[in-house]
């Protein structure tokens, strides 16, 4: 199995939902990572997880609330949120944890529309 | 900080035609390159990388070389078809794992 599968592909919530999104690899990696995507943009690193750890939050809004149950799966839960926080939201994970010469693998994303 | 600027684009070649999309990186110590491609709906896939100087990248014709003196990891390839048409994003990964993007140039190949 060498891919990262997130759930759900689409999502539209309202600015009082709170609702979650669902990363996993069954590669045995070590790191996983947040990033969100808006149209015709680079991704934007949110937060990293080493080894079930949280290593990196790039000053992430608290409305964002990551969590690592476990060395497969990655979520993030989200709150409150605005519409400007409509993006492509794509999960990645790599190998070793975090180390410079690692391929980040992509999940496809989720979709997130806030109305 | 690192930084990566890439040739701005939309950049639209004939098939078969040469293509080159720039590259280059700001950097302390010694990061690793990366090129990903984004096909429209799906997340990013690796297409190549180089962790050293002078290293050469390539995958389905595809290449880019690390050049430290020019700070450059320039992408390459012979004959683009019509199936390259995706988005290509320049990277690199700092010793601590963190990746910086380039913006991302977008490749249109016509039949």
């Known amino acids: 199995d060498t891919e990262v599968t997130q759930t759900p592909k689409h999502l539209v919530m309202g600015m009082t939902n709170k609702k979650s999104l669902k990363c996993e690899q069954h590669m045995g990696h070590r790191a996983m990572y947040w990033y969100k995507q808006k149209a015709k943009k680079p991704p934007e690193l949110m937060f990293v997880y080493s080894y079930e750890k949280l290593s990196i939050n790039e000053s992430v809004p608290s409305r964002f609330s990551p969590e690592c149950p476990n060395s497969s799966l990655l979520n993030l839960h989200l709150h409150a949120l605005q519409p400007e926080d409509s993006a492509l939201y794509l999960c990645?994970?790599?190998?070793?944890?975090?180390?410079?010469?690692?391929?980040?693998?992509f999940g496809p994303g989720t979709r997130l529309t806030v109305l | 900080g690192n930084s990566v600027t890439q040739m701005e684009g939309p950049v639209t070649l004939s098939e078969e035609a040469f293509l080159t999309i720039n590259c280059t990186y700001t950097a302390t110590g010694y990061p690793s390159l990366f090129w990903y491609v984004q096909y429209p709906g799906e997340g990013l896939q690796l297409l190549l990388k180089?962790?050293?100087?002078?290293d050469k990248g390539s995958n389905k014709g595809f290449e880019a070389t690390y050049r430290k003196e020019t700070t450059s990891f320039h992408l390459e390839k012979g004959s683009v078809q019509v199936s390259d048409s995706a988005v290509y994003f320049c990277?690199?990964?700092?010793?601590?794992?963190?990746?910086?993007f380039g913006d991302g140039t977008t490749l249109t190949v016509k039949p």
């Open positions: 990645a994970s790599t190998l070793f944890g975090q180390i410079a010469t690692d391929t980040q693998y």
């Open positions: 180089a962790t050293k100087a002078d």
């Open positions: 990277a690199l990964s700092d010793p601590k794992g963190k990746s910086t």
